[in-house]
């Protein structure tokens, strides 16, 4: 009987020996889960800052070339009203400034004085056979050096045209290619922010 006894009693030390020793495993557990949850969450916190820190220079990066795209939008918009400006209407600031420095003409003044200053007098009355020869040769060069003139005129013309329009093109090409990159940047940073929230799941 007593023998009997000493087993139970063995039997229930045992017992509460082993129950002890997993409620210390468990408290461990606990404890080894806690303290990651801890570190987790921490590490998720460095994450997020970091994240952050990255959008906020990313933005940084992005307004500031955003800026200077539009200070340089700005100065090629300059630039081609000024070539515009002096395109067509040189001939008008021309006008102006010599109206403030001299004396008022009317237009038809101005052309007067203009085709005064072009037109040359033909006195062929009293002209020998060969003199007027020689004022037919003088006028036709003349008259071509003035149709040269004018080819010359026409062709800075057209040369002043293809380059506005190539102007023109560049600032179309250049904003395209501004949202593009755009566009690029706002999906890699939504495909990266998926990626790392089902990397936390």
Do not use: P
Not at 84 to 110: D, I, N, P
């Amino acid at each position: 009987m007593e023998k009997d006894l000493m087993e139970l009693q063995t039997l229930i030390e045992v017992h509460f020996e082993s129950r002890k020793k997993e409620e210390e495993e468990l408290i461990n557990l606990k404890d080894r889960i806690e303290k990651r949850r801890s570190e987790r969450a921490e590490q998720q916190r460095i994450r997020s800052e970091r994240d952050k820190e990255r959008q906020k220079r990313l933005e940084e990066e992005r307004a500031r070339k955003e800026e200077e795209e539009a200070k340089k939008r700005a100065e090629d918009d300059a630039k081609k009203k000024k070539t515009l400006t002096s395109l067509h209407f040189g001939g008008y600031m021309q006008k102006l400034v010599k109206k403030r420095s001299g004396k008022r003409q009317t237009e038809r003044e101005k052309k007067k004085k203009i085709l005064n200053e072009r037109r040359k007098s033909l006195d062929i009355e009293n002209m020998s056979q060969d003199r007027l020869k020689e004022k037919a040769k003088e006028l036709w060069e003349w008259m071509h050096q003035l149709e040269a003139e004018k080819f010359e005129l026409q062709y800075q013309f057209a040369r002043q045209k293809y380059e506005i329009n190539v102007l023109r093109n560049r600032v179309s090409d250049h904003q395209k290619t501004v949202l593009l990159r755009c566009w690029i940047c706002y999906r890699l940073n939504w495909r990266w922010k998926a990626l790392l929230s089902q990397w936390l799941l």
